[in-house]
């Protein structure tokens, strides 16, 4: 069956500007990740979904970043006013039921460049 | 704390050598799950094995296998006959906490040359 995807693949911007960044997960999966990746660093986690409700959001860097699931499928990961330092790759995972006993399944990630 | 060491950057070998990844984590959490996951060129993350904290029996799939070993903390990754196609930055990560986000290292960078 299909994975799952991320729009756009790439996204430039200017700093300052607010972008969204979108996540279809595998279908039946409730449970939903984001991560950010730097260069050369490993994804670092940044909210869960469990349904509609965002259950961890922890890893969100400060209020410019904000995600919703209003559907409990489609994720959208929102950032205002954009800086140089958000440029990263931004990965969407899902898994089945979510916890630590669930296998999480990556999407191919948006490269997100502010100028 | 918990934290993935991946002390290995990059390696580089010839095709058909055994490679080695090692990784080396920190938990205080006495249930948890260890992942390996490839990142090909193309960048999408690709699931390769999940272990559970409770299970330290070593694990085989093809030329893939994974030593587990609590007493040192370590959970590293043997490829056997390496082959080019094996090229591709190796990820090992931790479950962070009882929602599952993953704690991963940095990655280690592998070049099979033909």
């Known amino acids: 069956g299909a994975g799952v995807s991320q729009t756009p693949s790439n996204k430039v911007t200017e700093k300052g500007k607010y972008v969204e960044l979108r996540c279809d997960p595998i279908s039946g999966h409730t449970a939903l990740y984001w991560y950010r990746q730097s260069l050369g660093q490993g994804p670092e986690f940044l909210i869960y979904?469990?349904?509609?409700?965002?259950?961890?959001d922890s890893g969100l860097p400060n209020d410019r970043f904000f995600a919703v699931r209003p559907e409990g499928s489609v994720s959208t990961l929102k950032i205002q006013r954009t800086e140089r330092g958000d440029s990263a790759v931004y990965l969407c995972?899902?898994?089945?039921?979510?916890?630590?006993?669930?296998?999480?399944?990556f999407g191919p990630g948006t490269r997100l460049t502010v100028l | 704390a918990q934290k993935v060491t991946q002390a290995q950057t990059e390696i580089s070998v010839v095709e058909k050598e055994d490679v080695t990844l090692d990784c080396v984590y920190e938990?205080?959490?006495?249930?948890?799950?260890l992942f390996w996951y490839k990142q090909p060129p193309s960048g999408e993350l690709v699931f390769l094995i999940r272990r559970n904290s409770f299970d330290e029996q070593n694990e085989i799939s093809g030329r893939y296998s994974w030593n587990f070993q609590k007493s040192t903390s370590s959970f590293n990754f043997t490829i056997t006959a390496s082959q080019v196609v094996d090229s591709a930055v190796y990820f090992c990560a931790l479950t962070g906490g009882s929602q599952g986000n993953l704690i991963f290292g940095k990655g280690t960078k592998l070049s099979v040359k033909p």
């Open positions: 995972a899902s898994s089945l039921a979510g916890g630590k006993t669930d296998t999480q399944y």
């Open positions: 979904f469990q349904g509609t409700g965002a259950a961890d």
């Open positions: 938990t205080r959490d006495t249930t948890y799950y």
